[in-house]
């Protein structure tokens, strides 16, 4: 049974950095799609960035210059370095994975992540 975890999530000022983490476990090959969603309240559920197994990278463009998703296969755990964080940044973020981005069958629990003067 495959299972995401993550961690990293906190409170922070705007401009600061947080640095999200999330490790599978019980599966044995790399998930070719792992990526972060997050979710502010009253809204819907956005896409914020992907990254294959190859290490191809999508980011949505409201966070385009200040994240950055990366990967390490064998340890089948994505990141996500969260720089200049902005208030409306705040939302929990969840960590994703599976086949394709049209796929995703893998999802964590969610941390969140606030950010406010």
């Known amino acids: 049974q495959v299972q995401l975890g993550e961690s990293g999530g906190g409170l922070v000022q705007p401009g600061e950095s947080l640095r999200l983490s999330c490790a599978a476990s019980?599966?044995?090959?790399?998930?070719?799609?792992m990526g972060w969603y997050r979710q502010a309240p009253g809204k819907e559920r956005e896409l914020v960035a992907i990254?294959?197994?190859?290490?191809?990278?999508n980011y949505a463009d409201f966070v385009k210059g200040r994240f950055t998703i990366s990967r390490d296969n064998a340890k089948n755990t994505v990141y996500l370095q969260m720089n200049s964080l902005k208030p409306e940044d705040t939302a929990v973020y969840y960590c994703?994975?599976?086949?394709?981005?049209?796929?995703?069958?893998?999802w964590g629990q969610g941390t969140q992540v606030t950010v406010s003067s």
């Open positions: 994703s994975g599976g086949p394709t981005v049209r796929s995703i069958r893998y």
């Open positions: 019980g599966i044995i090959f790399a998930i070719p799609v």
């Open positions: 990254i294959t197994s190859g290490g191809t990278t």
